[in-house]
């Protein structure tokens, strides 16, 4: 699978029917997690180029950013098709208090409430709208904040589980996280790491699947 293209489309908020929540035909995959999990540096990785703004400061992203991606591959390398990968505020923390947290929790919901919606008339007829990635931090699993995240997405939309920065744990502290976060969600995680690259086809195949039928 080769990316054509990959832009920032908008960055939307709650309130309002202008609130650049996008609710066109084009399948939305939404990336969310604890704040400083590392969703922006997956996403410019999965793209292939720095778009998403990383930080070391907590609860930097504010708004669901969308990223259009147009790729080329699938059945017999020739198909052409696009999704949006959506970049999600964390939870967890949020500069602010207890207001912001709120109102990150808002843009959340309205971007959930924007993937369950029907099919416009005339658009094409697909049984998945899109999906969620959950990621969750492997050196840290069963979190109450992961796990009160999971309740609340997966009641509302298909949710899958990325399991960030294996790269910092050793072989046997890897297979023990993988096996909690197994028991605890109840799907093998998918692995991953922004900085060697692993896991980053796993996810595609994930999207493509999804999107075009062909994992």
Request: net charge positive; hydrophobic share 40%; no cysteine.
């Amino acid at each position: 699978m080769k990316i054509l293209s990959a832009d920032l489309v908008t960055s939307a908020y709650t309130g309002g029917a202008r609130d650049g929540i996008i609710r066109d035909e084009l399948p939305q995959f939404g990336f969310i997690g604890r704040s400083n999990v590392g969703k922006s540096s997956l996403l410019n990785a999965l793209m292939g180029r720095t778009l998403a703004r990383t930080s070391a400061a907590a609860g930097k992203t504010r708004h669901a950013n969308y990223y259009r991606v147009t790729a080329e591959g699938g059945k017999g390398g020739l198909a052409t098709w696009g999704v949006y990968l959506v970049d999600l505020p964390g939870y967890g923390y949020a500069r602010g208090g207890h207001d912001s947290r709120q109102e990150l929790s808002g843009v959340v919901d309205a971007y959930l409430s924007a993937l369950e919606r029907p099919p416009a008339p005339n658009a094409p007829q697909r049984e998945d709208r899109g999906a969620m990635f959950l990621m969750v931090d492997s050196r840290h699993p069963g979190l109450a904040a992961d796990l009160e995240a999971w309740q609340h997405l997966s009641s509302r939309a298909r949710v899958h589980v990325v399991a960030s920065k294996v790269d910092k744990l050793s072989r046997s502290e890897r297979a023990k996280s993988v096996r909690e976060l197994t028991r605890i969600f109840n799907q093998a995680p998918i692995v991953v790491s922004s900085t060697s690259g692993e896991g980053l086809d796993d996810i595609w195949r994930v999207i493509a699947s999804a999107t075009i039928g062909d994992a």
